[in-house]
């Protein structure tokens, strides 16, 4: 059975180039970066190597640049690092309703301890709402965290602006954004947005995971993640994990952000116009346009189960998701659909379609093909009377 994979915005396929280097270090150069013989040197030299690539793709300095063990470890270290270095300045932290769980679990918990926590709305297309953000800024407010693509509809946040707004409104508030989902598929400059600290990861773009990082603009204090040994400037202690960063900055160095758009555009193009025309009672949450990327197709069929669909797909070679990997076990209706104001009818149908360069207009084809035959099935059962 042809396998046909479409939840790349949970996981992708590591390339063949990125294992190679990694076995590399995990068999013949395996010694330890903090170690002072060659093999040590060695070591570090693959670490220092993928830092100054990654901080390239960036047009940051290499100083700049901090591994981790992926998105969630980065959100944790910069937003609780943040916080606990500015909470005599200000009590105020501010995100958007739409947040990978690591982001909104972390600033709920914040409310719990009685800081002041504002949450923002978005609109139906994903986008936060300018006014509120603006009325919610004040001297008080020492973080602001939102992500620069959504990982469940792949809306796209107006960085800039909201970087400009900031600087505007409030002296003492650091700007952070996810960017797991945006690294690899569009253009990232930290410096034009204002951002003090983003996240990145590199399983989101064909690279190993457990791995990861974090900018940190230059001469800005947080406290650290993990104390010990003073790896990564004393900020995030323990021994690096060499293999994967090595294979991070493999694929870090390879990719082509303006192809992959290109490749990406035709099949989401192609993805909607059939969808829209052959299954009836069908809405696409995430369209094709310039406020969202390309990659990533939320799409939703009335009267539904999307686990069911799921899973009839599945029988035929084919994975896709409902939502978010982070929490689509938790059987919950999406917090990012709700926000949006999708009806319920329509969220509980809904699959998240994600791209990768492997994919072809072929398997488009035979996907929704699928998709319409389970649909109709469903149907036959959610619509009697």
Do not use: W
């Not at 999307?306 to 899973?311: A, D, Q, R």
């Amino acid at each position: 059975m042809k396998i046909i994979y479409f939840d790349n915005s949970a996981t992708t396929k590591v390339d063949d180039s990125a294992i190679e280097i990694m076995n590399r270090y995990h068999r013949e150069s395996y010694g330890n970066p903090s170690s002072l013989h060659s093999m040590g040197v060695e070591a570090e030299k693959a670490v220092e190597n993928s830092r100054e690539i990654i901080a390239g793709r960036l047009g940051v300095n290499k100083n700049e640049i901090f591994f981790t063990s992926g998105g969630s470890e980065g959100n944790n270290f910069l937003i609780r690092g943040a916080v606990e270095k500015g909470r005599k300045k200000g009590n105020r932290i501010i995100t958007t309703k739409i947040e990978h769980p690591s982001v909104l679990e972390l600033f709920k918990n914040y409310q719990a301890m009685g800081m002041d926590v504002v949450f923002l709305d978005v609109d139906r297309k994903g986008q936060i709402i300018t006014d509120q953000l603006e009325e919610a800024l004040t001297q008080e407010t020492i973080l602001v965290s939102i992500m620069m693509v959504n990982n469940e509809v792949g809306s796209i946040q107006d960085m800039k602006a909201v970087g400009r707004l900031i600087r505007k409104k409030s002296r003492y508030a650091l700007y952070h954004s996810d960017c797991v989902q945006a690294f690899g598929k569009m253009d990232i400059n930290p410096t034009d947005s204002n951002l003090d600290m983003i996240t990145f990861s590199a399983h989101k773009m064909h690279g190993p995971k457990g791995v990861g990082g974090v900018y940190i603009k230059k001469g800005l204090s947080i406290n650290p993640l993990i104390k010990g040994g003073g790896q990564e400037k004393a900020l995030r202690s323990g021994t690096e994990n060499v293999p994967g960063i090595a294979g991070f900055g493999n694929v870090a160095e390879t990719f082509s952000v303006h192809e992959g758009l290109e490749h990406f555009n035709k099949l989401k193009k192609s993805f909607i116009k059939r969808a829209l025309k052959d299954i009836p009672d069908t809405i696409v949450n995430s369209p094709a346009g310039e406020n969202f990327i390309a990659n990533i197709i939320s799409i939703s069929f009335k009267d539904v189960k999307s686990e069911i669909l799921l899973h009839s797909l599945e029988k035929q070679g084919i994975f896709i998701s409902t939502g978010s990997a982070c929490s689509s076990k938790k059987n919950t209706a999406s917090h990012v659909l709700k926000a949006m104001g999708v009806e319920k009818e329509y969220i509980d149908g809904t699959l998240r379609v994600s791209f990768s360069k492997h994919n072809t207009l072929e398997e488009v084809d035979i996907c929704l093909s699928a998709i319409k035959s389970g649909a109709e099935k469903i149907r036959r059962f959610t619509r009697r009377k």
